[in-house]
């Protein structure tokens, strides 16, 4: 199963310093793809829609919860991200 820590904050990351870029919601499948062979850290800034029926593990970076679907990253993510706008 795929694993992709996951942060939703305004706070400095792991890939702070590097070019940064908007990543479509169409890339989702492809994070994912590439988290099966390698571990990845993304700050997003949305909630990135990876698939109503899809599997995956996420660490969310913000609180150290695991999530393994979109059911699961809503709340969660939702709350990070509500936080981050009223900043």
């Known amino acids: 199963s795929s694993l ?14 590097r070019s940064s870029f908007k990543v479509p ?5 492809w994070i994912l793809k590439i988290a099966e062979s390698k571990n990845l850290t993304i700050n997003l800034r949305h909630l990135m ?6 599997k995956f593990t996420i660490v969310v970076g913000n609180s150290g919860e695991i999530v393994h679907s ?18």
């Open 4 to 17: 992709a820590h996951f942060m939703t904050s305004s706070r400095v990351g792991p890939c702070s310093g």
């Open 25 to 29: 919601d169409n890339c989702a499948k």
């Open 49 to 54: 829609d990876f698939g109503k029926d899809t």
């Open 70 to 87: 979109m059911k699961e990253l809503i709340p969660v993510a939702s709350e990070y991200l509500n936080k981050m706008k009223q900043e």
